[in-house]
T-cell receptor
Framework: AQSVTQLGSHVSVSEGALVLLRCNYSSSVPPYLFWYVQYPNQGLQLLLKYTSAATLVKGINGFEAEFKKSETSFHLTKPSAHMSDAAEYFCAVSGLTGGGNKLTFGTGTQLKVEL | ETGVTQTPRHLVMGMTNKKSLKCEQHLGHNAMYWYKQSAKKPLELMFVYNFKEQTENNSVPSRFSPECPNSSHLFLHLHTLQPEDSALYLC?????????????FGPGTRLTVT
């Protein structure tokens, strides 16, 4: 079984500041991990994914995440926040089931970017 | 059309109506999913279809009836819904093979039950 915990349902940063969104996972098998972003009234868009290759994963829009097995973490970072980064972010873990690639999502973190 | 499309984008229906949500994927994937996203709740997986066969039904009430006529199309038939069914309904698709575990989502249908 897999699970994901996102610490902080709301995060607020100033424009230009570091963005850090936290995700911890639990998995009985080597995990595949994902970050998705959701803008208002839209679906989820894949930001980046970890599939057991490099532990530091780069994604779109300047985001990256580092897989740390010892800490069971997959935190999302961006060096400098932009107003357009304001959205909800979801961490997800994959466990291959007999019927598809089931994703288990965290509860989401709403990112607010202030001037 | 590219990616995953969903129609309609917005739907208002009464509790006695019957309506259908449509999803189409243009990615050549072989698995499709329905999710329900309610305010302040985690994303809920409703149904999974793999090669047109339903492989998962997460205790969804029978007033929601999925249909997958082929690998590119997925429907969600709705009847006698309740106000608590108001939510954003998301469709997704993925390729069940190799190392591709990611799912691609449509824009969703915002459903309001009155």
């Amino acid at each position: 079984a897999q699970s994901v915990t996102q610490l902080g349902s709301h995060v607020s940063v100033s424009e230009g500041a570091l963005v850090l969104l936290r995700c911890n996972y639990s998995s009985s098998v080597p995990p595949y991990l994902f970050w998705y972003v959701q803008y208002p009234n839209q679906g989820l868009q894949l930001l980046l994914k970890y599939t057991s290759a490099a532990t530091l994963v780069k994604g779109i829009n300047g985001f990256e995440a580092e897989f740390k097995k010892s800490e069971t973490s997959f935190h999302l970072t961006k060096p400098s926040a932009h107003m357009s980064d304001a959205a909800e972010y979801f961490c997800a873990v994959s466990g291959l089931t007999g019927g598809g690639n089931k994703l288990t999502f965290g509860t989401g973190t709403q990112l607010k970017v202030e001037l | 059309e590219t990616g995953v499309t969903q129609t309609p984008r917005h739907l208002v229906m009464g509790m006695t109506n019957k309506k259908s949500l449509k999803c189409e994927q243009h990615l050549g994937h072989n698995a499709m999913y329905w999710y329900k996203q309610s305010a302040k709740k985690p994303l809920e997986l409703m149904f999974v279809y793999n090669f047109k066969e339903q492989t998962e039904n997460n205790s969804v009430p029978s007033r929601f009836s999925p249909e997958c006529p082929n690998s590119s199309h997925l429907f969600l038939h709705l009847h006698t819904l309740q106000p608590e069914d108001s939510a954003l309904y998301l469709c997704a698709s993925s390729q069940v093979s190799g190392r591709s575990h990611e799912q691609y989502f449509g824009p969703g249908t915002r459903l309001t039950v009155t």
